[in-house]
């Protein structure tokens, strides 16, 4: 299914990934914007909106969310759900480490 109605941006706010960041931690950025997506109820109602999220990666490979803020409480949900979806190999460089997002949902036309 073509989707034109559809904008995506991951944002790191307070560097954990760096110039030097290992390739665990590009990797994991990486998974994380696969996994989030503009999802469907948020395009059938043109949302738009800004989710702020803090998490940790446990040492089970777990992602715990710290903390998220969002004017738009249902993507703020999205948001989390979709993070507790994804595990980290216990042996990875980002066990152990707090990453900071803003993930921006935009609708386009």
Not at 20 to 27: F, M, R, V, Y
Not at 28 to 57: C, H, N
Not at 72 to 85: F, G, P, Q, R
Request: charged share 25%; aromatic share 12%; glycine share 4%.
């Amino acid at each position: 299914m073509k989707i034109k109605n559809l904008a995506l941006v991951i944002i790191f706010l307070l560097g954990s990934f760096s110039l030097k960041a290992g390739n665990d931690e590009l990797s994991f950025k990486e998974t994380v914007i696969s996994k989030i997506k503009y999802p469907e109820f948020a395009r059938d109602q043109k949302l738009e909106a800004d989710v702020y999220v803090s998490l940790t990666i446990a040492d089970n490979g777990e992602i715990h969310v710290n903390q998220t803020n969002s004017i738009n409480s249902d993507l703020m949900e999205y948001v989390k759900t979709e993070l507790a979806k994804i595990k980290v190999n216990l042996d990875s460089e980002v066990i152990g480490k707090t990453f900071y997002y803003r993930i921006t949902f935009k609708y386009q036309e």
